[in-house]
C-alpha cells in the first residue's frame, strides 16, 4: 500500500479531538475538494507492506490510530491493515469521503464519512447509501463553506433521519467561513450536531504537516 506519513498527534477532528493519535496518511484520491488542506497525499508516498505500517504504528505507542489520506479506501489493503492493527489492540478510525462503499472494513472499526458539500465541487459523487450502515459510534462529517452548504447538510441530515442514530459533525471550513456564524444556525434550528473545529489549525500552523 502507498502511504504518505504516519505520525503521532492530536487527533485534530471527530468526536475524537484532542485525543492522542497516531495517523496513517495513505497516498492517492479520487476526488479535488476545493477546501482540500492535504493535497500533498494526492502523489509520491512511499510504497510499505502492511507488516511494515504495523511495525510504523507500533513504535509510536499510541493506542488510538486514524487511517486518512489522500482516500484510504482506494488502497487494496486497507481492511486488512485495520483488522491487524484491530488485532493487535488498538482503536482504529477512518476517515474517508462518501465516495465508496466501506464493506471491505471489519465491523469494529470507527467510521467517520465526510460527505462532501455542494462547496467542495464534488457532491455528485457521493454514494448516500453509505449513510445507511453508519452507527452510534460513527459518525458524518459536513465542511461548511457558507449557508446554502449549512441548508443542504440539513436536508441530508433530516432526509435521512440522521440524527440520533449517528454522530454529526459539522467543520466550518477553516479561513473561508467565521464559526460563529455556524454556532448561530446550530442554536437556531436546534440541530443535533457537533461543532467540529480542526483543533490541530489552531494549536498549530494551518499548513503545517507531520502535526
Known amino acids: 500500500m502507498r502511504i504518505t506519513e504516519i505520525y503521532r498527534s492530536i487527533q485534530g477532528e471527530t468526536q475524537y479531538a484532542g485525543l492522542p493519535c497516531t495517523l496513517v496518511r ?16 494526492f502523489q509520491g508516498g512511499e510504497e510499505m507492506s502492511v507488516a511494515e505500517v504495523v511495525a510504523a504504528v507500533d513504535k509510536l505507542a499510541v493506542p488510538l490510530v486514524l487511517l486518512t489520506g489522500g482516500e ?8 486488512d491493515l485495520a483488522a491487524r492493527l ?4 488498538y482503536r482504529v478510525m477512518i476517515e474517508t469521503s462518501g465516495a465508496h462503499p466501506l464493506d471491505r472494513l471489519p465491523p469494529e472499526v470507527v467510521r467517520i464519512v465526510d460527505m462532501k458539500t455542494p462547496g467542495s465541487g464534488e457532491t455528485g459523487r457521493m454514494r448516500l447509501e453509505v449513510l445507511e450502515g453508519l452507527r452510534a459510534q460513527d459518525a458524518v462529517k459536513f465542511v461548511i463553506c457558507n449557508e446554502d452548504d449549512y441548508r443542504w447538510a440539513v436536508d441530508l441530515i433530516r432526509n435521512r433521519g440522521l440524527a440520533g442514530r449517528t454522530e454529526i459533525l459539522l467543520s466550518p471550513s477553516h479561513g473561508q467561513m467565521d464559526p460563529r456564524d455556524l454556532v448561530a444556525w446550530i442554536l437556531r434550528d436546534h440541530l443535533a450536531a457537533r461543532l467540529n473545529l480542526q483543533l490541530h489549525k489552531y494549536v498549530w500552523p494551518p499548513d503545517a504537516r507531520g502535526i
Request: include cysteine.
Open 26 to 41: 495513505t497516498t492517492g484520491c479520487d476526488l479535488r475538494c476545493g477546501y482540500c488542506d492535504s493535497a500533498f497525499a
Open 72 to 79: 484510504p479506501m482506494l488502497q487494496r489493503e486497507i481492511g
Open 86 to 89: 484491530l488485532t493487535d489492540g
